[in-house]
């Protein structure tokens, strides 16, 4: 039937085709699956002008669906042997996304469809992902910009417990106010480029002044609310 679509469906076709077989062939959690999929497949089905074009889509939409089950499947087999062995340095542990119900807990569902206009799962129940790639890159970009007090832990309650007690000694401040320089004599090309642009940034009030009590109240939020999400999600396997 791919060989009646038309040429912007078959180009997207072809990067969609290569998620379904790369991710058929290996054991990816789920958020390398939702990272990529959703949107191919939304660009691949909104060229779909044809019946027998959208009766592709559908298609290509229940092996998505099949692609999306296994990969969830595979979360809560996760979920089950961190119950079991409680180890909290393994990597996947940290990246597990599980679908949440109405309330804000975890529930244990199938995918029931997929949202042809932008490639997402539907779940059972109206129940929502919980975007723990997400939170975990919030973590980690947040823990870079406090790297003069924190360092990335092993698990996510170490890094909790560093936070805090960082939290404990005070305010930390922000981050200084730059200043223009124009006596650029002695810098190469792409130097006197770069103090030009920060010039720029300074005079029209671009520069970004980072607030570290901010930030740290952002790290310590996102970390409790990992760690809560992680002791209900272990409760449903």
Known sequence: MEKNINWQMKQHYEYLLKIFEKEEEQTSLFFHLYDKLPNTFSWFASYAKTDEEKSFV???????IKLYQHSLDLNYEKLK???ETKDETDKDFMYL????DKEGNPKKVDVLSID??????????DCTLFDVH??????????KILSKWLNKKD???EMLEDALKLKEQGSLGTSGSPTTNYNMDGMSREQRDAQAW??????TGRYRVTNYDWELNELIKDLEECISFYKKAISIC
């Open 134 to 143: 997400r939170k975990m890159n919030n973590i980690y970009n947040n823990i």
């Open 116 to 125: 042809f206009k932008n490639g997402n799962p539907i779940f059972e129940d």
């Open 155 to 157: 698990t996510l309650q």
């Open 97 to 100: 996304s599980i679908p949440l």
């Open 81 to 83: 042997q961190y119950k």
């Open 198 to 203: 920060e010039n720029y940034v300074i005079e």
């Open 58 to 64: 559908k298609i290509c939409g229940v092996r998505a």
